[in-house]
T-cell receptor, first 112, second 113 residues
Framework: KQEVTQIPAALSVPEGENLVLNCSFTDSAIYNLQWFRQDPGKGLTSLLLIQSSQREQTSGRLNASLDKSSGRSTLYIAASQPGDSATYLCAVFSGGYNKLIFGAGTRLAVHP | NAGVTQTPKFRVLKTGQSMTLLCAQDMNHEYMYWYRQDPGMGLRLIHYSVGEGTTAKGEVPDGYNVSRLKKQNFLLGLESAAPSQTSVYFC????????????FGSGTRLTVV
């Protein structure tokens, strides 16, 4: 059974710091991994999608890496800003399940 | 460019009442999904559909029914609402399951009293 774990559960940092959010999954047979952002009371916004054949994806200040063999992904946020405050969710799409399986998320607070 | 639209956005039901949540997508996506999100539980899949006229059970299907009569719409029904169904419900769609990412709606906040 595929399980997705995100560490840490919560993170508070001062503005300007570079930070790393971690995601691990138990079954390495995945098709892709997706990082989402969720603002309080809002829906999910897709940030980055990494196919199983890729090692990383970048979008602006965000960089996500994928290591299938070790069952890990990291989301790197450079030069954090208060506007980055949100919950970040990692989800994997596994063969045979036809669905995204989510981690519980990391709640990020960036203070001025 | 609407993407995925969910209606209603908020609803309060009494125990035993029924209701239908509507999800509509205008991206011609084949796959559609209903998730519920609860504090400390993350998002859990209720039902999903891989094309018009198809439906399948997810992790937590009990107490819910779905229909996909038209490709662009995916309906989630609660026949007899229970307080345990108080949650935020999200609909999502994707072109196929594996090769593309998911697009989510903004959610429906349901309270059953």
């Amino acid at each position: 059974k595929q399980e997705v774990t995100q560490i840490p559960a919560a993170l508070s940092v001062p503005e300007g710091e570079n930070l790393v959010l971690n995601c691990s999954f138990t079954d390495s047979a995945i098709y892709n991994l997706q990082w989402f952002r969720q603002d309080p009371g809002k829906g999910l916004t897709s940030l980055l999608l990494i196919q199983s054949s890729q090692r990383e994806q970048t979008s602006g200040r965000l960089n996500a890496s994928l290591d299938k063999s070790s069952g890990r992904s990291t989301l790197y946020i450079a030069a954090s800003q208060p506007g980055d405050s949100a919950t970040y969710l990692c989800a994997v799409f596994s063969g045979g399940y036809n669905k995204l399986i989510f981690g519980a998320g990391t709640r990020l607070a960036v203070h001025p | 460019n609407a993407g995925v639209t969910q209606t209603p956005k908020f609803r309060v039901l009494k125990t035993g009442q029924s209701m239908t949540l509507l999800c509509a997508q205008d991206m011609n996506h084949e796959y559609m999904y209903w998730y519920r999100q609860d504090p400390g539980m993350g998002l859990r899949l209720i039902h999903y559909s891989v094309g018009e006229g198809t439906t399948a059970k997810g992790e937590v299907p009990d107490g819910y029914n779905v229909s996909r009569l038209k490709k662009q719409n995916f309906l989630l029904g609660l026949e007899s609402a229970a307080p345990s169904q108080t949650s935020v419900y999200f609909c999502a769609s994707s072109p196929t399951g594996a090769d593309y990412g998911y697009t989510f709606g903004s959610g429906t906040r349901l309270t059953v009293v």
